[in-house]
């Protein structure tokens, strides 16, 4: 991915910029990428695999990312050319908030750096989960469980460190979800796109948040629809468990929609092809109708 990240930034230094920020607690960097203008009117902010075994939504997201790059300058949706959409509306894209865990969930204890990381991941394969089943940071925390709304209230909690539902011993404990958060504070964005895996499922709306916030959620999630045909499944019901989505709809008064990729998880390579023609144009369209103060 950082190897991909560098040369695309070399071929098109002109429409895309990345920096590496915070360092995991296993010296992975996370990066930060801005596509488009970064002095636009209007900011969307992008994260992925912020669950371990969901690294097929960074496959997805820097795949949409290079096309859009390919098309930049000649490229258009519904006429309008892209280098005009992507001067107006810049992508904010965070495209593996957790690598220490995607690096574990591919390889196992062999992704782990450090010799502590190692044993726990070695004792919970040995009660009988598979590392490609890990949805947490190196340190055992669930990163999407990490947040302050709803924080430590999620109905499958666990209460030590393992492979998934451990909230940590406190909100924002972990490095990954103190940059999510300190990246969402740099700008007002107009909404948060989150890619996850799996069910084919889009999800919009937190149970505490302002009605018209989720409003413009569910206006979003069918803007995604129209690309995907997944169906939209509102939360708007359901009580906040510390999640990304349910901390940032709050927090900032502003609507954030994830999109559940593929069957299961994690998702086979086969429905890459399926998944990325899918989602291609979402990114355009969703651009589109921000300028036009469409979800607003």
């Known amino acids: 991915m950082l190897e991909d990240l560098k040369e695309m930034q070399n071929r098109w230094p002109d429409y895309i910029s990345f920096e590496m920020r915070d360092k995991t607690c296993q010296g992975r960097g996370i990066p930060l990428v801005y596509f488009g203008n970064k002095e636009a009117e209007h900011y969307v902010l992008i994260q992925a695999s912020i669950h371990a075994r969901e690294y097929m939504s960074t496959l997805i997201v820097m795949s949409m990312l290079e096309h859009y790059l390919v098309n930049f300058k000649d490229g258009s949706f519904h006429e309008l050319k892209l280098s005009d959409i992507f001067e107006k509306v810049?992508?904010?894209?965070?495209?593996?908030?957790?690598?220490?865990?995607?690096?574990?969930?591919?390889?196992?204890?062999?992704?782990?750096?450090?010799?502590?990381?190692?044993?726990?991941?070695?004792?919970?394969?040995?009660?009988?989960?598979?590392?490609?089943?890990i949805k947490s940071n190196a340190r055992g925390v669930d990163l999407n469980r990490n947040f302050n709304n709803g924080f430590g209230k999620d109905r499958n909690r666990k209460s030590v460190k393992g492979y998934s539902h451990y909230p940590g011993a406190s909100p924002l404990s972990e490095v990954e979800s103190k940059l999510l958060m300190k990246v969402a504070k740099e700008r007002k964005y107009a909404c948060f796109l989150n890619y996850h895996t799996s069910g084919n499922l889009i999800y919009y709306g937190c149970g505490n948040a302002p009605q018209n916030v989720n409003a413009r959620a569910l206006k979003i999630a069918n803007i995604i629809k129209n690309h995907t045909k997944f169906e939209p499944r509102g939360s708007g019901h359901s009580a906040p468990c510390g999640s990304w989505a349910d901390e940032v709809e709050v927090r900032f008064n502003t609507p954030s929609v994830t999109i559940e990729l593929g069957t299961r998880n994690p998702v086979p390579l086969s429905e890459f092809n399926r998944l990325y023609q899918k989602n291609l144009w979402v990114w355009a369209d969703l651009a589109i109708q921000i300028m036009n103060n469409k979800i607003s």
């Open 90 to 133: 810049c992508l904010v894209i965070m495209p593996m908030v957790n690598p220490d865990g995607v690096e574990i969930a591919q390889r196992g204890e062999q992704g782990a750096v450090t010799e502590d990381v190692k044993q726990w991941v070695r004792a919970n394969t040995k009660a009988g989960t598979k590392h490609d089943q």
